[in-house]
């Protein structure tokens, strides 16, 4: 393992610290925005005009069924589950409304809506995403079914022969009265909160949470805040509405940065892809540089351990370059090939950055996840000190390194460049940087 000098190791350090205060703080910004908003319309309620305030009854039905039809279209299960239950319990809780007999029904409705949604979201996280057109999603339109005869049977207790009065005693118990949100949805919401987090937790401290796995704990932290500012009697103009409604943005908006993330973004490496790369290229200015990553003899190394150990390899390598210095970002290029853009910085100045992740590189021990590879990353550095070396496996990589100012001026051509300069250090031998 190379070794850095105490204040190398300091800057590494804060630089880290930086990148992942920004990945925990970045995801949060857009549902933290949109709920603020929400508080501050219900604080501005009063003063609102009252064509604004229909809004907040007819929006939640707008967003709601656009976030669903966007969820089937992207298919994206959760996605679609979150924002279909909601919709049908916000349709519920209105129609009740309408057929308002005391305020029974809808204050049922409103129990069920409180625990039922966060439920069949915590369900949908319990499983893997497995897309809104799965063979097993009839247990949903079972399950989903029988929730709606359900509380559909509660809520008439009283005005139907099907159903009883005793309902109307039940409702009162501590645990599922309401409003505000009745203990057990309280729980409901915890739990799912709880494993919505989990589930959106970083994978590295260089990879950013994926945008809809935030997007839809922030949205039970929206629909929470609604249900605990619910009226009596119970309506779903108000606050409830402006937080309903911003639930379904923080929804919408996480589908739409989630396509994005896609676009833009290899989903094996985690690092961005080769459109974000083309785009970044328009936009240099006239000094820069740009290098190009290839792992030696992959093919080789794919034949011998297997293509499941090569991915493996591909994601350590990658998270290694995505902590190059010297400003440097890294893209996969694609295959297992790589490429580092250093914005406003000749080739002299990006070449010891280069050389040291080369050697970073080349001393990384990789014991790998299959075999005897920790999933906690400290846990993962103290092993990798202590095991033997024939234990683990370790790659090179041939760089080519070419910048704007002496080679040529379109973008196109400093990449054909840096392509001959690798072209150049394979010829060599491999494992070392070429210009
Ligand atoms: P060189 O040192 O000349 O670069 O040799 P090489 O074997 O790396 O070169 P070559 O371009 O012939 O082979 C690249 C190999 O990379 C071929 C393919 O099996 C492997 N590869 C490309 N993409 C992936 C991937 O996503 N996962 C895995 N496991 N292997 C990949
Ligand atoms: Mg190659
Ligand atoms: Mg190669």
């Known amino acids: 393992m190379a070794t850095f000098p105490e204040d190398r190791r300091n800057t590494l350090n804060s630089s880290l610290i930086r990148a992942t205060l920004s990945h925990l703080i970045r995801p949060i910004r857009v549902p933290a925005g949109l709920i603020l908003i929400a508080a501050i319309a219900v604080m501005a309620g009063p003063v609102l005009p009252p064509s604004l305030s229909g809004l907040t009854v007819v929006g939640p039905y707008v967003v709601l069924f656009v976030g669903a039809a966007i969820s089937i279209w992207f298919n994206r299960g959760r996605a679609f589950i979150a924002s279909a239950s909601l919709l049908l319990a916000y349709a519920g809780l209105d129609y009740a409304l309408g057929i308002n007999v005391g305020n029974f029904a809808p204050r049922a409705v409103f129990s069920a809506l409180a625990i039922l949604v966060p439920f069949n979201i915590l369900v949908a996280l319990a499983y893997p995403e497995h897309g809104v057109s799965h063979h097993r999603n009839y247990r949903w339109l079972m399950l989903v079914s029988a929730e709606v005869l359900c509380v559909g049977w509660i809520a008439s207790a009283g005005n139907s022969s099907l159903s009883g009065t005793s309902w109307r005693d039940m409702m009162e118990h501590w645990l599922i009265t309401s409003p505000p949100t009745p203990l057990a949805g309280r729980v409901m919401f915890l739990v799912a909160f709880i494993v919505a987090v989990w589930r959106a937790r970083p994978r590295h401290t260089l990879t950013p949470p994926r945008p809809l796995d935030v997007g839809i704990a922030a949205m039970l932290v929206a629909l929470f805040i609604g249900c605990e500012g619910m009226s009596t009697p119970i309506s779903t103009s108000g606050p409830f509405g402006s937080y309903i409604l911003a639930a379904g943005g923080i929804l919408l908006i996480a589908l739409l940065q989630e396509s994005y993330r896609l676009a833009y973004h290899d989903e094996l490496t985690g690092l961005p892809g080769r459109r974000a790369l083309d785009e970044r290229l328009q936009g240099l200015g006239p000094v820069c540089s740009f290098a190009m990553v290839d792992v030696d003899h992959f093919k080789q190394f794919n034949d011998t351990h297997g293509h499941n150990t090569g991915d493996q390899v591909l994601k350590l390598v990658a998270a290694r370059l995505a902590e190059i210095s010297g400003g440097g970002t890294a893209y996969r290029y694609g295959g297992e090939e790589f490429a580092v853009v250093f914005p406003d910085c000749r080739v002299e100045e990006a070449l010891p950055h280069l050389e040291d992740m080369r050697g970073q590189i080349e001393h990384y021990k990789m014991a790998l996840r299959s075999e005897d ?37 379109t973008p196109a051509s400093v990449l054909r460049a840096a392509d001959e300069a690798l072209y150049r250090a394979k010829e060599a031998g491999r494992n070392r940087v070429c210009r």
């Open 373 to 409: 590879r920790p999933r906690d990353p400290r846990k993962g550095s103290k092993l990798r000190a202590s095991i033997s070396p024939d234990k683990t496996l370790s790659v090179t990589v041939s760089i080519g390194v070419a910048g704007r100012d002496d080679v040529a001026t």
